[in-house]
């Protein structure tokens, strides 16, 4: 056992020289690729925070990462790995539209959009709730049902949206428009034409609430114990079973910021993989921000900023697709992740002599 | 009688060929997994093979060097799997879905900065692709009357792969239940500690598990972009890593269920592609096929959940091992 790492040091230090290794194996790939890699961050740089709108667009991604990051994390501080936050979000963005094509006819967009919102909170909880019951009275281990459950709720939308929700008339499988009387979610006064919108402010309550709810309350702390030490809870009389089928919840009600973001933010209508595979960025997300919620903002804002620039990117490079961003955030998973432990041991070595 | 073969047949055949990925990543998932190291990442290891095999079966025009890049760069992947897995004791869920991504990003960023026609490799030559084998002695077998076209029909001229895969299930079957090696890789799985303490590395055993499911997940890979297929397109594999995984969950994590539940899902896939825009009598809605698509997943999650039957994991599955001191 090497000795424990100094607080700053595991919170700031080695996730920023894991994001280094990211970027430089991100640069071979880039060479590789026959493209330079000082031109591509170039571009990434100016293409995420070199105007108002880049910065929009920067932001109004990152709020997809925040709550996939924040729903990732939660579950995580309970020792639960939740893969299903693509699925949940997905369920999520089926609450709104129920909510919204039932009722936008009868009522008020300010009494329709806060229900919409709990609706779609509704259904990612319930698509989250599920596997969680399973883990914790069935034993199905949560990875695999959640991935499952991906699968399921992708089955399911097809499965609506050609045949049940989709406008008749319209080959497109979507919904109508919805007509909530407003544009879309206010945009605040952000300058520039971009999508940020309200549920930006959204993603930074839901954090704040994440932080008091996990590291404030009792509840949080037996979560934690939960997570730490199943054993540890068992003994103290925690109800493990009732906090991983809560936290599960928590989880995909989170997930469901997502919806949000896109359906009621942009869209106006549901859509076809309108997630775009934030879910998955969420474990980046949060892997990269140690499962706190100031981790994983700032984490979301570097995911927001790569999402947006690497769409600039491919604009700027046409020969380098923006899923050299979906390199990036692999290599950022594996090294802070799965090869945690690999500059862990000589940092502290290093530390140690110093 | 006839009309019923001109049915059955070709919807047998497709089930054959549907299942030969699955059967090859569900059999790398065993080893994987009864070696006790989580594999996930089926999904990205299938991938990177399909996008290896079809660039190199294009540049080259053959496709067995093409088979020989899969398994290069599936492997690859493997080993980075064991090192973070069984050296680093990271865990091994997160080293598998930062497998999936990465290869996702690989193959798409690859191909289209290499071949120039947005993410897909040129169309292969038929030397770059695995051709349909004639079954010996074809003529007389379908000679006999009703069975003789039903086996020529079902089991007759396939791809070099898919038989591959069937003579695979026994050998699998053969390897981990009775040799040496593979009742220590059983034991990985199980009880390391039993392991360790009678003088074996448990490090060594889990990497031969993980490295065997990277060579069969490259052959997977391949099949699916140059014996399926005839070029690679981006995310080609469509999540067929992880029924396959599903598929090993159902058979209990053993390589003759493994041979029925990819079998069974081949058959669906097979069956739900010939309903498409079908009407259900009686109701004049189409069939929902993607009921029969999601079906997999659902059973997967009912036999883990256990309503019917139960599912066993190898029971060190997903914990690094610590040598005790």
Redesign the interface.
Known sequence: MTRPLPRWAELALLPLLNLVLAMAVSAL?VL????SPTAALHALAIGSFGSWDAIGFTLFYATNMAFAGLAVAIAFKAGL?N?GVEGQAAMAGLGIALVCLGLDASLPALLLLPLAILGSAAFGAAWGYVPGW?QAR????V???T???N??AA??M??LL??VLIQPGQMAPETRRFATGLAALSSFGFPGRSPANVTLILALLAAFVVWVLVWRTPWGYGLRVVGSNPEAARYAGIDEGRRIIVVMAISGALAAGIAVNEILGVHQKLILNFTGGAG?TG??VA?MGRNHPVGVLLAALLFGALAQGGSELAFEMP???R?????????I??FT??????LRAPLARVMARG | MEAALDLIVPILAATLRVATPLILAALAGLFAERSGVVDVGLEGKMLAGAFAAAATAAVTGDVWLGLGAAILASSALALLHAFACVTLRGSQVVSGMAINVLAAGLTATLALAWFRQGGQTPALPPDGRFQPIALPGAQWIAEVPLLGRLVVGVLGGHTAPVYLALLLVPLAAFVLWRTRFGLRLRACGEAPGAVDAAGVSVAKLRYAGVMIAGLLCGTAGATISTAQGAAFSTDMTAGRGFIALAALILANWKPWPVLWTCLLFGLLDAVAIRLQGVPVPGLGVPFPVQAVQALPYILTVILLAGFVGRAVAPRAVGIPYVKER
């Open positions: 790939v590789a690729a026959g493209q790995f893969i399973l069935r034993g199905s281990h990875v695999i049902t991935i499952m459950f699968f399921i089955s399911l097809v499965y050609v045949n998955f474990i980046a892997l020969d380098l697709p899923d050299m961003v979906v390199v990036v955030q692999g290599l998973i594996l992740g799965a090869l945690g432990a690999l």
